[in-house]
C-alpha cells in the first residue's frame, strides 16, 4: 500500500514525503508531536470556538513554518517527522495537506 504526505501552497510548491521505506509513528506520539508543535510555534486555533482538531493542527503547524521547512534539504529531518505524524495521527496512509485552500485530503 503506498504511504505518502503531500504538502502543497499550490503548484508549483509542493513536497512530497515518501513513507513506505521509513518507521511508523505511534498514534499516541503523533498526536504529542503535534501537540509540542502547535504550542512551540504559538499557532492560533483555526475555528472560532477555540476548539483544536488533529487535522487543524497538521494546517496551523504546516502553514506556520512555511514552505522553507518543506523544500530545504536541512530541515528534512523535521519534515519527515512532520509527515510521519500526519499520517500516523490521521490513521490514513496517503494525506495530502494542501495550504492553498486550508484543507487535509486522504
Known sequence: MRSQVTVTWGEP???RFDLEEVQPMPHDLARSWLDEQFTTLDCEPIRLTGKVLTADKILAVA?????EHFREPNHRDWA???ARAASAALA???V???LATMSLGY
Request: hydrophobic share 40%; net charge neutral; glycine share 6%.
Open 96 to 98: 495530502v495537506v494542501d
Open 63 to 67: 502553514q506556520a513554518v512555511g514552505q
Open 92 to 94: 490514513k496512509p496517503v
Open 80 to 82: 519527515m517527522s512532520f
Open 13 to 15: 510548491s509542493t513536497y
